[in-house]
């Protein structure tokens, strides 16, 4: 069956840096678009990143554009997220998205 397992996250400061990872099983990884949403406390999950099937072409959210970067290892089935110059805001549960699969999510904490 399909898994998504992401791993990476923790408590930083801000403006530090945290890099998320995705492994994922039970599918043709090297096939899909995969993707990164985050959901904060109270809030709705909002799409951060999209990465198509050979990485060709990538998306940003408006608020992590130029601090965050996405990419993938087609060898590894492994998608990641570099985060860079955190913020408070930047708080959230992070899951790894591919077709309709959610990973379990990992959490990210920017407090000083």
């Known amino acids: 069956q399909v898994q998504l397992v992401e791993s990476g996250g923790g408590l930083v400061q801000p403006g530090g840096s945290l890099r998320l990872s995705c492994a994922a099983s039970g599918f043709i990884f090297s096939l899909y678009t995969m993707s990164w949403y985050r959901q904060a406390p109270g809030k709705e999950r909002e799409l951060v990143a999209t990465i198509t099937s050979a990485g060709g072409r990538t998306n940003y959210a408006d608020s992590v554009k130029g601090r965050f970067t996405i990419s993938r290892n087609n060898a590894k089935n492994t998608v990641y997220l570099q985060m860079n110059s955190l913020k408070f805001e930047d708080t959230a549960v992070y899951y790894c998205?591919?077709?309709?699969?959610w990973g379990q999510g990992t959490q990210v904490t920017v407090s000083s």
């Open positions: 998205k591919s077709q309709s699969y």
